[in-house]
Nanobody, 119 residues
Framework: QVQLVESGGGLVQPGGSLRLSCAVF????????MGWYRQAPGKQRELVAS???????NYADSVKGRFTISRDNTKNKVYLQMNSLNAEDTAVYYC?????????????WGQGTQVTVSS
């Protein structure tokens, strides 16, 4: 079993920065693809960024050039550095862990952390 705990959310002014962290408890962290998703009120949950076990990254078009995902396999943590934040980035941000072993998919979610961008 894997547990994910996010931290680092909060209220920030437009143009500001935040760094989200996700601590992963359980074995096999380095084997998982880690992702950050977000869900704004009335909208579907969407992928923000992901990083594979080999540290290949992928970003939503809306955050490219502003957000950076990274991982530290020695600390079992994944991070999301968010710069130049705007109101459209306001959402609950969720950490996700994904791994596929043959035909079995392992998917875990954190409880979410609120990010509010407002003046």
């Amino acid at each position: 079993q894997v547990q994910l705990v996010e931290s680092g959310g909060g209220l920030v002014q437009p143009g500001g920065s935040l760094r989200l962290s996700c601590a992963v408890f359980g074995s096999g962290f380095s084997l998982y693809t880690m992702g950050w998703y977000r869900q704004a009120p009335g909208k579907q949950r969407e992928l923000v960024a992901s990083i594979t076990s080999g540290s290949s990254t992928n970003y939503a078009d809306s955050v490219k050039g502003r957000f950076t995902i990274s991982r530290d396999n020695t600390k079992n943590k994944v991070y999301l550095q968010m710069n130049s934040l705007n109101a459209e980035d306001t959402a609950v941000y969720y950490c996700n862990a994904f791994r596929k072993v043959v035909w079995t998919q392992y998917i875990y979610w954190g409880q979410g952390t609120q990010v509010t961008v407002s003046s």
